[in-house]
């Protein structure tokens, strides 16, 4: 099966440049000028990879990244004119997995585009949260979501629920990096009700529970301006 990759940028002359160099690598290509067209299409079609501008004639890219991360985790890398460092940070803790600055190299975003992928494939394939494959995979972690339970390294954890959702949507992706706010997004029903601090008091609780079982071994990384990640082996 072809992977599939959806285009958003509203400039034609860039987006066929893009299509060419994508397609050149086999890519499927669907190419979209408008955020609202690209979200319908996200809707109605599985997609592997989104290619995402940021000055959208009828909205923020940013605004749609937003609005993606609400129901897909579909990798995402931004192509766009803004070059500030405010913008580059403030995309990949929206959730985006690279982010590429106008003007740019059509086989340098091949190339990203095919490293993202590769990464997403392997860490599909190594499935770390099935239980009949955890010995296979020598995998730290074994996820019970019927009782809610999570095993490090073969001893139980024993979590709050802010800790368990967490953990869990951490390892649900393993290495990928999840800002403050996607965290409070995912774990608590209302995140205004909650602050982003509420996040790294957590993080260090369960730091804490994870060195009980295992002094060694730290998994969780924190990616500082970022977010935090989790790794599942060695």
Same mark, same amino acid.
């Given at each position: 099966m072809s992977i599939?990759?959806?285009l958003v940028e509203d400039e034609p002359s860039i987006a066929e440049i893009v299509e060419f160099a994508l397609a050149n690598e086999g890519f499927q290509?669907?190419?979209?000028?408008?955020? +609202?067209?690209?979200?319908? @299409? /996200?809707? $109605?079609?599985? %997609?592997?990879?989104?290619?995402?501008?940021?000055?959208?004639?009828?909205?923020?890219?940013?605004?749609l990244l937003k609005r993606?991360?609400?129901?897909s985790e579909v990798p995402v890398t931004i192509l766009s004119a803004r070059n500030a460092e405010l913008? +580059?940070?403030?995309?990949? @803790? /929206?959730? $985006?997995?690279? %982010?590429?600055?106008?003007p740019f190299s059509p086989r340098e975003l091949a190339a990203r585009v095919k490293a993202i992928l590769k990464?997403?494939?392997?860490?599909?394939?190594a499935a770390p949260l099935s239980p009949s494959r955890q010995a296979a995979n020598r995998t730290w972690f074994e996820l019970d979501e019927d009782r809610a339970r999570i095993n490090?390294?073969?001893?139980?954890?024993?979590?709050?629920?802010?800790?368990?959702?967490?953990?869990?949507?951490?390892?649900?992706?393993?290495?990928?990096?999840?800002?403050?706010?996607?965290?409070?997004?995912r774990v608590w029903s209302d995140p205004l009700a909650s602050f982003e601090r509420s996040v790294d008091t957590h993080i260090k609780t369960l730091r804490a529970k994870l060195r009980e079982i295992?002094?060694?071994?730290?998994?969780?990384?924190?990616?500082?301006?970022?977010?935090?990640?989790?790794?599942?082996?060695?």
């Open positions: 599939r990759i959806l290509i669907s190419w979209r000028a408008l955020a +609202r067209d690209a979200e319908i @299409e /996200l809707l $109605a079609t599985p %997609y592997d990879l989104v290619v995402l501008d940021l000055g959208l004639p009828d909205g923020s890219g940013l605004e993606i991360r609400r129901h913008d +580059r940070v403030l995309g990949l @803790e /929206l959730g $985006a997995d690279d %982010y590429v600055t106008k990464r997403t494939i392997r860490r599909d394939s490090f390294c073969g001893g139980p954890l024993e979590l709050t629920r802010y800790e368990y959702l967490i953990l869990k949507t951490l390892l649900a992706q393993p290495e990928r990096i999840f800002s403050r706010q996607q965290l409070m997004d295992d002094p060694e071994r730290d998994p969780i990384r924190t990616h500082r301006g970022l977010g935090y990640s989790v790794r599942i082996t060695d």
